[in-house]
């Protein structure tokens, strides 16, 4: 019973903080340091559940989804933005799986607490600048945006950057506002999380048993149900405010973090 309180709490961080530039890499580290949930498992089930926020992104925009479906053999617009979904996944698919064991050995608690800390420190700074948002929908980002959010994004290989966050912020400085970057970091996690889901489970499916497999699918749908209310927060989130308060917590968490590790608990 108690693995699967864990099964539960994890997946609730992971769908809470997926979308929220915060790093859900990052948390799910700490998290699963501080539950002791098994390291045989923990990174594939990590890896796995995120599948629950690709479903997420489904159901949210399901019905423009759909319309794009059946637009995209004549919209130049729809056509150009999936270009541009394609073209931001292209740098970091690309260094994760080229560099993907150096990655790996990057996993920590105290990588976490600094990429936290800078990250921080780096939205503060970009919502200090006065950024000029020349792109306010999604099917007007041009294929340079696109890539500039896709330089950005690899930058979030290393654990807690945030995918989100570092393709937000790239989406920004690319000239996009702030509800159109957030959006189109949302679409963004479609091929980003599914193809790395897919893969991990692939190559990790023959050792695991029955009940892990259950386990992380209920991680999945935790995942889905909580991320699917995270994204609609963030996005009315956005439009009225800064990212300011992501700024301070994230060097807050990253301070917690560093101060949890000098106080000898078991985080790494």
């Known amino acids: ?61 399901r019905a423009d989804i759909l319309h794009q479906l059946r637009a995209v053999p004549t919209d130049r617009g729809v056509q150009r933005f999936w270009l541009g979904v394609i073209i931001a996944f292209i740098p970091a698919g690309a260094v994760a799986f080229l560099l993907r064991d150096w990655i790996d050995r990057l996993y920590s608690p105290a990588v976490v607490a600094v990429s936290l800390i800078i990250g921080g420190i780096v939205f503060l700074i970009v919502e200090r600048i006065k950024l000029e948002s020349r ?26 950057v945030s995918r989100s966050g570092a393709s937000i912020v790239g989406g920004m400085l690319a000239g996009l506002d702030r509800q159109t970057a957030t959006r189109f970091s949302f679409y963004l996690a479609l091929p980003t999380l599914g193809i790395a889901t897919v893969y991990s489970l692939l190559t990790n499916l023959s050792q695991l048993s029955s009940v892990e497999l259950a386990q992380m699918a209920v991680g999945a749908v935790v995942v889905a149900v909580v991320s699917w209310g995270a994204m609609g927060w963030l996005l009315r989130y956005v439009s009225r405010n800064s990212f300011r308060v992501f700024g301070y917590y994230r060097i807050l968490a990253g301070l917690v973090i560093l101060a949890l590790i000098a106080a000898g608990l078991p985080l790494t």
């Open 135 to 160: 792109t306010t929908e999604i099917t007007a980002i041009r294929p340079l945006q696109a890539l500039i959010v896709g330089i950005a994004q690899m930058v979030a290989l290393i654990p807690g």
């Open 1 to 61: 019973m108690l693995e699967w309180l864990k099964v539960i709490i994890l997946g609730f961080v992971q769908g809470i903080t997926e979308f929220l530039p915060v790093s859900s890499t990052g948390h799910l580290i700490v998290a699963d340091a501080l539950l002791n949930f098994g390291q045989r498992m923990s990174s594939t089930f990590e890896i796995f559940i995120q599948i629950g926020s690709v479903v997420a992104v489904l159901i949210f925009y």
